[in-house]
């Protein structure tokens, strides 16, 4: 099958995929707009701001005039006054005599306005009529002459608006140009390459580890804790403090704003001048917040007297066909209908749906390894148990790209009576088994 | 169409392969003419499939084009790579991956041809979700 550069390429389930080349195009013309832009604003910039100034600096040459008469010279924009120091002087050179305002090289362009109008009231009063002061001329312009020599940092620290623009346009330009009509194959291979570069230049530990299983993660940050009974403490991937903190702030701000309008519909009625509208506002608000509050605290309340879960596991990473041992360590104080260990395998899958990332997960295994009925939790005696369980001789190994997911965990799950049910889980890695192919088992 | 045809062979005519094993085969072009034909890239890759977007990764890759000189690109080509360990081929229910053997043809005036031929590494049987009931 052959195929031209199109629009739109072939529908994926609901969702159309663009098309690369088309894409491509659009992002380097807006890639070479912002290109030229930046180029055209830098230009611009030296012009007025910095070569006016860098010649008067160095090329201007020192000469003597004679103060005539200052002034604040004032100019109206739509963000109010403006100001700038004016000052006349004279001066005579090759036998001309020459009487201009100045003050520094920008207001030869117009500029040099800022506002302050006491300010510049300062600097005039430097100047006084009739004596002699320094000045500096431009040879090749005689009538052009400055009796102060700025360094305005600020145009020069404003060039890096557009260096900005243009760098970073101009290695998005390159790095599209490069990959202007290459194949995906390509692009993916020339990725895989500079990753390896990157990895090998700063001596990653995990390079071997994922050159000897790519695409699955490393379960170097899951194996630093040796356990007490077993090998490993297995870290947990959920924690829930920062939702719950989140929870409760949120319900707090949301309860004040609603008494603060409940108090003041209550005025209004008071004052026999009632605000409908804000009682509209005000009334369901409380009802929302009062909801808030039952919610928040049944959430809260789910891991009241809940202390802290440890699972150690006998060997890290996992194979299929495996079988481990866990050591299951709950304290607390509380009573609760069930509490078990769950081995999980799910499935995640993350798409753009418009400019959205959304993430699908499924759950493709599940199997109870551990399970208390009515368990009851005390300080004194924490909950202890320590069980083996088998990974799935033909499991699908913890796989993890892009977009794609393939993940393994233990899962610690309690519901209690009055509590809503909790979860606590530890991620596993599984790699696969490398067994040789026996004959008619793949497809 | 231009008249150009792949044919992809790999060797023993296998769809199955475990971790670390040899995977070979020899690629042949026919075309009428020499410049019917102005790059090929062959890759041995795996890529995703279903409810997320795709992924893809080359674990084995050729070009041969114009940077190569004047070579005749319809000549066979043989190309042979261990394979990794991993990601094995999989079926899930939201996730699939599948490898393949993947000749792109890049034909005059920007069109190009995709050839491919698929094959499983490992033994992954295909995911069930817990609560469908057993056939």
Redesign the interface.
């Known amino acids: 099958?052959?195929?031209?550069?199109r629009f739109f390429l072939k529908k994926?389930?609901s969702r159309r995929?663009g098309s690369q080349q088309t894409g491509s195009f659009g992002w380097m013309l807006f890639l070479a707009s912002l290109f030229v832009g930046g180029w055209l604003l830098l230009i611009f910039m030296v012009r007025t701001e910095i070569v006016p100034e860098w010649r008067a600096n160095r090329h201007f040459r020192p000469h003597t005039c004679t103060v005539l008469t200052t002034r604040v010279g004032e100019k109206t924009t739509d963000e109010g006054k403006l100001y700038r120091p004016e000052v006349k002087i004279q001066y005579e050179l090759d036998g001309q005599e020459h009487t201009i305002w100045t003050y520094n090289i920008a207001q030869f362009k117009g500029g040099g306005y800022s506002s302050g109008q006491e300010d510049k009231e300062a600097v005039i009063a430097r100047f006084t009529a009739g004596q002699e002061f320094p000045c500096w001329y431009d040879p090749d312009r005689p009538s052009v002459a400055v009796v102060y020599r700025s360094r305005a940092w600020l145009a020069w620290a404003m060039l890096l608006l557009p260096a900005s623009f243009i760098t970073i346009s101009g290695s998005g330009l390159g790095y599209a140009w490069f990959n202007w009509?290459a194949?995906?194959?390509?692009r993916?291979?020339l990725a895989?390459q500079a990753q390896r570069a990157v990895q090998l230049d700063r001596f990653d530990p995990t390079v071997m580890a994922s050159s000897?299983?790519?695409?699955?993660p490393t379960e170097a940050d899951l194996t630093n804790s040796p356990g007490v009974h077993l090998a490993y403490r297995l870290p947990v991937s959920n924690t829930v403090a920062g939702a719950m903190a989140s929870l409760i702030v949120g319900t707090v701000l949301w309860n004040l704003v609603g008494l603060f309008f409940l108090i003041l519909m209550v005025q209004s009625f008071v004052r026999y001048q009632p605000e409908w509208l804000l009682a509209a506002i005000a009334i369901p608000f409380a009802v929302a917040g009062g909801y808030l509050i039952r919610y928040t605290v049944r959430r809260v309340g789910g891991y009241a007297g809940l202390g802290p879960t440890l699972l150690e596991i006998s060997g890290h990473p996992l194979h299929p066909g495996g079988t481990y041992t866990i050591n299951l360590s709950q304290s607390g104080w509380l009573d609760l209908r069930m509490l078990e260990v769950v081995l999980a395998c799910d499935?995640?899958?993350?798409?753009?749906q418009g400019t959205n990332s959304r993430t699908?997960t499924?759950?493709?295994?599940?199997t109870t390894v551990l399970r208390f009925d009515k368990p009851s939790i005390r300080p004194e005696t924490s909950l202890e148990a320590e069980v083996k369980f088998t990974v799935p001789a033909?499991?699908?190994?913890s796989?993890r790209?892009?977009?794609?997911?393939?993940c393994w965990r233990l899962i610690v799950r309690g519901e209690g009576p009055g509590r809503p049910p909790f979860e606590r889980d530890f991620l596993l890695v599984v790699?696969?088994s490398?067994?040789?192919?026996?004959q008619g088992?793949?497809? | 169409m231009n008249g150009c045809q792949v044919q992809l062979l790999i060797d023993g005519d296998r769809q199955s392969f475990a971790p670390g094993e040899t995977l070979a085969g020899e690629c042949r072009l026919d075309a009428p003419r020499r410049d019917d034909i102005e790059a090929i890239e062959l890759s041995i890759m795996w890529y995703t499939e279903g409810t997320g977007d795709e992924d893809l990764a080359v674990h084995y890759f050729e070009r041969r084009g114009p940077e190569n000189g004047r070579t005749d690109l319809r000549e066979p080509r043989r190309f042979s790579t261990e394979l990794p360990n991993s990601p094995l081929s999989y079926d899930g229910v939201i996730v699939k991956l599948h490898w393949c053997v993947r000749v792109r043809v890049f034909l005059p005036r920007g069109k190009d041809m995709l050839v491919e031929a698929p094959f499983q590494l490992g033994n992954v049987p295909p995911a069930k979700l817990p609560e469908e009931p057993s056939a």
């Open positions: 099958m052959s195929r031209r550069v994926r389930g995929t009509g194949s995906a194959e390509r993916a291979s895989r000897e299983y790519p695409f699955i499935e995640r899958a993350t798409f753009q699908n499924r759950r493709v295994y599940e033909h499991a699908m190994h796989f790209s892009g977009h794609n997911e393939v790699r696969p490398l067994q040789p192919l026996q088992q793949a497809a």
